[in-house]
């Protein structure tokens, strides 16, 4: 388990939280789901299995594997912003200002 934990915590020094998505971060819901297996002292063979799996594929992520194998053509998204403008948009802060409008 501690070569499991070790990896994880490699993985969460490249996905730091996100504060303007509280709650909804995806570094946030890794960092639960590091505490909560950290918890429980012995895995089942099939559990650690799973959990290398898992490990496995937040590396590929966090390493950027397949932006690098594969490339966007374009910069613009399907809705024509770019990722900083989606980024935007996603914020907490943009979310509840549109809870807020009156309509």
Known sequence: MSAQ???FLKVLEKWPAEKTKVGRDLGEQIRKKVTK???SATLSNEASADLTKQI???ERL???V???KYPRQHES???GLTAAQCSQVL???FLQYLNDKPK
């Open 77 to 79: 998204t399907a809705t």
């Open 56 to 58: 496995d594929a937040l």
């Open 91 to 93: 914020s907490s802060e």
């Open 66 to 68: 397949y932006a690098k």
């Open 5 to 7: 934990y070790q990896r």
């Open 37 to 39: 297996l950290t918890g």
């Open 62 to 64: 966090s390493l950027n």
